[in-house]
């Protein structure tokens, strides 16, 4: 069975950092590709990165390039999302999501399993 849990959002200042978790089994996280997506209220979910879980190096969306880093530890199956100078834009709801294809997978509809999703919030 396939199950995502994100975790790690909250409430932080501008300039401020979060580090967002997203928990996995053995399966998901040794097959196919794995990112990360936002959806703030009134917008569409958006790609921020992804990284083929096979190994290789992560890409990213260039809203957030230089900012944001993803990371892996295999031995807890987890998917780190690592944010740093946070603006109010960056307010939203975020997303892990996991697809069984490899290669740069930046659209919602190819990626089949998704956790809950948790919230960020930036203030000025």
């Known amino acids: 069975q396939v199950q995502l849990a994100e975790s790690g959002g909250g409430l932080v200042q501008a300039g401020d950092s979060l580090r967002l978790s997203c928990a996995s089994s053995?399966?998901?996280?040794?097959?196919?590709?794995m990112g990360w997506f936002r959806q703030a209220p009134g917008k569409e979910r958006e790609f921020l990165g992804g990284?083929?879980?096979?190994?290789?190096?992560?890409a990213y969306a260039d809203s957030v390039k230089g900012r944001f880093t993803i990371s892996r530890d295999n031995a807890k199956n987890t998917m780190y999302l690592q944010m740093n100078s946070l603006k109010p834009e960056d307010t939203a709801v975020y997303y892990c999501?996991?697809?069984?294809?490899?290669?740069?997978?930046?659209?919602?509809?190819?990626?089949?399993?998704w956790g809950q999703g948790t919230q960020v919030t930036v203030s000025s």
């Open positions: 990284m083929p879980m096979s190994g290789g190096r992560p």
């Open positions: 999501a996991a697809s069984r294809s490899i290669g740069l997978l930046a659209s919602p509809a190819q990626y089949a399993y």
């Open positions: 053995k399966r998901t996280f040794s097959v196919g590709t």
